[in-house]
């Protein structure tokens, strides 16, 4: 029943930008952590930012600082990811997923555990 399905990527150039999108259903989607999760080519997957339920909280892989912005929209069911500065290195499959506790995950730090992550959408930027 927990359906997430991305949209937004793309093929950029270097220095490019983009903006994915999640949009998510089957679950209560303003008492849940949301994160975004990539798989670059030949390699596991790692997330790349994560959001707490109000929105007021973030935190992101070292790689992507300051080039990527999370954010959530709750009365539409709806997460983002503002991708700037674009580097051949962000080339793979992102998905959403929502936090593996769902709605008993009550303090405020990540549990790094996540799952029901959509069918990705893929981001190429050339090198």
């Known amino acids: 029943q927990v359906q997430l399905v991305e949209s937004g990527g793309g093929l950029v150039q270097p220095g490019g930008s983009l903006r994915l999108t999640c949009a998510a259903s089957?679950?209560?989607?303003?008492?849940?952590?949301m994160y975004w999760v990539r798989q670059a080519p030949g390699k596991g997957f790692e997330w790349v930012s994560i959001?707490?339920?109000?929105?007021?909280?973030?935190w992101y892989r070292d790689s992507v600082k300051g080039r990527f912005t999370i954010s959530r929209d709750n009365a539409k069911n709806t997460v983002y990811l503002q991708m700037n500065s674009l580097k051949a290195e962000d080339t793979g499959v992102y998905y959403c997923?929502?936090?593996?506790?769902?709605?008993?995950?009550?303090?405020?730090?990540?549990?790094?555990?996540?799952?029901?992550w959509g069918q990705g959408t893929q981001v190429t930027v050339p090198s």
């Open positions: 997923a929502k936090d593996k506790y769902g709605t008993t995950w009550s303090i405020e730090a990540p549990s790094y555990d996540y799952d029901s």
């Open positions: 089957g679950f209560a989607f303003g008492s849940v952590w």
């Open positions: 959001i707490n339920k109000g929105g007021d909280r973030t």
